[in-house]
């Protein structure tokens, strides 16, 4: 092969998948990884046999470990440029990663896994609020002062539901791969103490967990928790200390969360 021809096909542009291709592939349990500081004390060696769900920074937990996530997913449209050496470790680390297209051809992304891009679902007409879709999930009446409505995506190829953080995004993606044992990792949704992998000298990123909570954040876990979690489908929190109620996402100790992994 030539210099050219070999140049030609190292720049071509990598695929996309479409997220049928990754529709119920798994099964059992796995973690999402969010960024919040109680994922410092997360043995993740413990269950490095399980399959994980990385997002936006949470990666760098994994720098200098054999541990490939199972997905990593990015929202964050300038993560690349705040945090690009924690970007260009997902891409390369990670056997599947979501972002948004014109994320992907901004930052020049080259994963080495499966490449899908994140859309979200389509707005809803009044006959779809006033019939039961069992791939996307809304909730019907919400306040009319809340310009985009809740709800919760279980076929990622019809789009997802943003809830303004990438958590739910990631739920979204764990249901849509066919796990039905989910735990929250680090999700403490604590703007004041920050992520995991920030330091006084490092670059902060953006964070509105405050700004969204209360309007976004927290209904939309309740919708999950109203019409999504049941007997094939349960979602458990291992931080002692999020903000999200108990009532909403069971916590769930280590010692706990083992005897479910293994059951």
Excluded at 45 to 54: E, G, L, N, Y
Excluded at 84 to 96: G, H, I, K, T, V
Aim: include cysteine; charged fraction near 25%.
């Amino acid at each position: 092969m030539d210099i050219t021809n070999a140049r030609s096909i190292a720049e071509a542009p990598i695929r996309a998948n479409g997220f049928e291709h990754c529709r119920q592939i798994a099964s059992g349990a796995v973690f999402l990884i969010a960024s919040g500081r109680s994922a410092k004390d997360f043995p993740f060696q413990a269950f490095a046999d399980i399959p994980m769900i990385t997002m936006n920074g949470s990666i760098s937990m994994f720098i200098d470990t054999p541990v490939k996530p199972f997905f990593h997913v990015c929202t964050d449209r300038d993560f690349s440029n705040q945090q690009p050496e924690l970007f260009a470790e997902a891409m390369r680390r990670s056997e599947r990663v979501a972002l948004w297209e014109d994320h992907y051809q901004s930052s020049q992304a080259s994963p080495t896994g499966e490449l899908y891009f994140l859309r979200k679902a389509p707005k809803a007409s009044l006959a779809d609020l006033l019939r039961n879709d069992p791939e996307l999930v809304r909730n019907r009446v919400y306040p009319c002062s809340r310009k985009k409505p809740l709800g919760f995506s279980k076929n990622l190829q019809r789009g997802f539901f943003d809830a303004r953080t990438v958590a739910y995004v990631a739920l979204q993606i764990a249901y849509h791969a066919g796990f039905n044992k989910v735990f929250l990792v680090g999700l403490d949704l604590d703007q004041n103490i920050g992520r995991f992998y920030e330091h006084e000298h490092s670059r902060l990123s953006p964070c509105g967990l405050d700004q969204h909570y209360e309007e976004r954040i927290l209904p939309s876990f309740q919708l999950m928790a109203e019409s999504v979690i049941g007997d094939d489908f349960a979602v458990y929190n291992l931080s002692p200390t999020s903000r999200l109620p108990r009532t909403v996402v069971p916590y769930r100790s280590l010692d706990e969360v083992q005897a479910l992994v293994r059951s």
